[in-house]
């Protein structure tokens, strides 16, 4: 790990433009065509969120702000004084605000992003918003079990997980990084963990394909970066974005329809598309609150206490090491 004062770049975990072209070339190639969700996120891709978390469609994002700036004096209350706040895909840490305005307590915070761009701006203005927290970001992949920056070293942990990041895994895998969560975190420690509930099809489509081509652009930017980072030639008008929810699997997909046969090149190889085929490049799971309590139960986390919202069902869940 290197670190200086001002940001820390986890080594070997941060995927490198070979990591993203064997996963490409793996997905690409597979019987049923898939890129890796993670990285949707690059600089254009950290924009295009912060985007589609403003607009109409898209409830997650204001449902569980509102949640959270209700119940923040309730969190900071479980709290200790001089903690770490880690946030797992921190983004522009704009939930953390509540947190952060509730619990002058918290000394240090660690916000963890792939997105290097996105944790250098937060971070930026944190900094000015929040003159006596120690903000140090950690560009690395949350998925692959690191250590903390030595600031966070002999201080009560608090884990942060909102913007129901969690349903981009597979229930699984979700199980997996709740125990690694506990594994990072320490015995000691608090997760706050923020997860959006399955709710009607007509109110969830919408949200992953939205009026204006927000999420399209987002969905098709992948496309975008294999052309700039790896020389790909995909022609981007030739794939249409297209978001359905899956009932058998509770989740919300992601896909990028050929509109037609074609044939594109990456790392010299040939990927023939039929007409309809699509990519598939994110899930969105939507849990029951019994689905993600069993979860969180067998990951070792026993939840405190928790908070579902009306009219949109989105729980936040405050746990400690059970
Ligand atoms: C759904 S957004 C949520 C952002 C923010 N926490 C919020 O609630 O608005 C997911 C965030 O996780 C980051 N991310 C996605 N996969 C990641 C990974 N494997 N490792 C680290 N960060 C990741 C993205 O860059 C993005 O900032």
Known sequence: ???????????GVLPSSDDFLRDALAGLTAPRKTLPTKYLYDAEGSRLFEEICGLPEYYPTRTETALLQTIAHDLAASISRHAVLVEFGSGASVKTRALLDAAPHLEVYVPIDISQSALDEAAESLRADFPDLQVVPLVADFTASHALPAAADGRPHVGFFP???IGNFSPEAAGHFLKSALATLGADSRFILGVDLAKEPEVMVPAYDDAQGVTAAFNLNLLARLNREL???FVLDAFAHRAVWNEAE?????HLVSRKEQTVHLGGREIVFTEGETIHTENSHKYTYEAIAVLAAKAGWRIEESW??????FAILLMSAA
């Open 163 to 165: 913007g129901s990041t």
């Open 231 to 233: 020389g790909a030639d």
């Open 308 to 313: 579902v919202s009306d009219p949109f069902p």
């Open 250 to 254: 509770s989740r919300m997909e992601m």
């Open 1 to 11: 790990m290197t670190e200086t004062s001002e940001l820390v770049i986890e080594e």
